[in-house]
């Protein structure tokens, strides 16, 4: 019954050491998500300008879309961009954070920089982009830097 107690007792002694182990190991799964979505971010900001085509930026609840007008002055985008996978989703998870943009909808990087609220760039758009216990991304449109 000793032995029993004790390794009880050991159990419970690990336990509360690990405990906070693996509240950090979770923690950094969002961590990894949000330099997911902003690498993305950042990479649809490079091809537009690279490519002098609109790229088309669809973030979901588990995965980040890119696509890819298929010539200059397009107003769509109709070609799916592979991501470094070659998945068409360009960032992906299981069991992703809770990530929401706001305003809602698709981002669109235009060839000069800007990121719009629609596909002929009329309006440039400010947006944020909130991964769940992370700071949130924000999308400044007249440059299409991010912050």
């Known amino acids: 019954m000793v032995e029993l107690i004790l390794v009880m007792v050991m159990l419970g002694i690990l336990a509360v050491t690990m405990l906070p182990r693996m509240d950090v190991a979770a923690s ?7 330099e997911q979505v902003l690498s993305a971010l950042r ?3 490079s091809l537009a300008q690279a490519h002098r085509r609109l790229v088309c930026v669809s973030v979901g609840g588990s995965a980040v879309t890119l696509t890819i007008a298929d010539q200059f002055g397009a107003t769509a985008c109709n070609q799916p961009w592979l991501g470094p996978d070659r998945d068409s989703r360009y960032a ?3 069991n992703a954070p809770a990530t929401s943009v706001s305003p809602a909808g ?3 990087f235009q060839p000069s920089g800007r ?3 629609d596909g002929a760039g009329t309006t440039s758009l400010n947006a ?3 991964v769940a216990g992370e700071s949130a991304i924000a999308v400044v449109g007249e440059t299409g830097s991010l912050q």
């Open 28 to 34: 950094m799964g969002s961590v990894a998500w949000r």
């Open 43 to 45: 990479e649809a900001h």
């Open 92 to 94: 992906y998870t299981t």
């Open 106 to 108: 698709t981002l669109y």
């Open 115 to 117: 990121v719009t609220s």
């Open 128 to 130: 944020s982009i909130a």
